[in-house]
């Protein structure tokens, strides 16, 4: 049992003994209790205040305090539940809005594997800053040299090239080789003997997709930034790879990588954060920035699309070039 925040709902998940889950909202009717503060035992969710006790379906089955003969039906007392699917290791949360369920529910995301992963690993870090300030710094091509000066210095910027092309709800980066100044790609290409090509994807709402593949080798890894409260959003990292059987301690390695790329972003975003307290007007200059200007233009598009029942109108209508300096 797990108690989290989502969208500033409160919600408790469970698993019961068959691996089942249930997701309800995390306060007992009774008296505001979160429920994941109670115990579980595998079939139901006691509070700790007063002892009620919800099936994995919300539905209240037993009020301690009530008389044995009493006419009370529990059953008719509950707590909200939330659809939960998991898929790829992650479990996704259907939170309606004030439309309500919609039947049938859309599937949850997968990632496009291209076979099953040899090995794989699953970072959250929580960030200060805004879903659509997490979102946007996903998809930011320039920050390396500066965020990341470790791994790709501003001494070794140059020009860069990529075409983007429109998807279902997004973006693509179509299939390019490693810059000059990504030496580690490099090497990979030398030891599988062939071209490594990378695919980028961003779809909304929250979800940067990186494929990269060369030879029978392949890596691939997906970035999330899930709203948690009006300043705070959860940054989900998972990666996924086949190869790669030669280096030694090699999740280890990359997990580290990671933790280092993400504790810098989270610190560039607390950074970001005070200045946003000021609510300076945002500056959106040159090819660089295109990509935050399709995720607003694409949200904006979304929204139309869901308040007037019309056709969503994509941004991006054909194959766009772009440059930049990183």
């Not at 210095?153 to 709800?169: G, L, Q, V, Y």
């Not at 000059?180 to 909304?204: A, C, M, Q």
């Amino acid at each position: 049992m797990k108690g989290l925040q989502m969208l500033g709902l409160p919600i408790v998940l469970c698993r019961d003994r068959t691996g089942g889950l249930s997701a309800m909202r995390d306060i007992c009717p009774h008296r505001g209790m979160p429920l994941s503060f109670g115990r579980f035992d595998g079939e139901r969710v006691e509070c700790s205040y007063h002892g009620w006790q919800f099936d994995m379906k919300g539905r209240c089955r037993c009020i301690p305090a009530l008389p044995e003969q009493g006419s009370l039906q529990t059953d008719k007392i509950g707590v909200t539940t939330y659809p939960a699917e998991e898929t790829d290791g992650m479990i996704w949360l259907y939170l309606a809005d004030e439309r309500g369920n919609i039947d049938p529910l859309p599937p949850a995301p997968r990632m496009p594997l291209p076979s099953e992963p040899r090995q794989s690993f699953h970072i959250s870090l929580t960030y200060t800053c805004t879903a659509d300030d997490g979102i946007i710094g996903l998809i930011d091509p320039v920050h390396g040299p500066y965020v990341h000066s470790w791994w790709r210095s501003d001494a070794r910027m140059h020009e860069k090239t990529k075409i983007f092309e429109p998807i279902p709800n997004g973006f693509r980066m179509i299939p390019h080789r490693p810059a000059k100044n990504s030496g580690p790609f490099h090497w990979v290409e030398r030891i599988y003997g062939g071209p490594l090509s990378t695919t980028i994807d961003f779809v909304l709402p929250n979800q940067r997709v990186e494929l990269m593949q060369c030879g029978r080798m392949w890596m691939a890894n997906r970035l999330m930034a899930t709203p948690v409260s009006d300043m705070e959003c959860r940054i989900d990292f998972s990666a996924y790879w086949q190869g790669l059987h030669w280096l030694p301690f090699g999740k280890v390695i990359f997990r580290t990588l990671t933790k280092m790329f993400l504790g810098q972003d989270e610190r560039a975003m607390k950074h970001l954060a005070v200045g946003l307290r000021h609510k300076p007007s945002s500056m959106f200059l040159g090819d660089a920035d295109m990509p935050a200007k399709w995720y607003y233009k694409l949200k904006a598009a979304h929204q139309a699309s869901v308040q007037t029942g019309r056709p969503f109108d994509h941004p991006l209508k054909e194959r766009m070039t772009l440059r930049w300096r990183s």
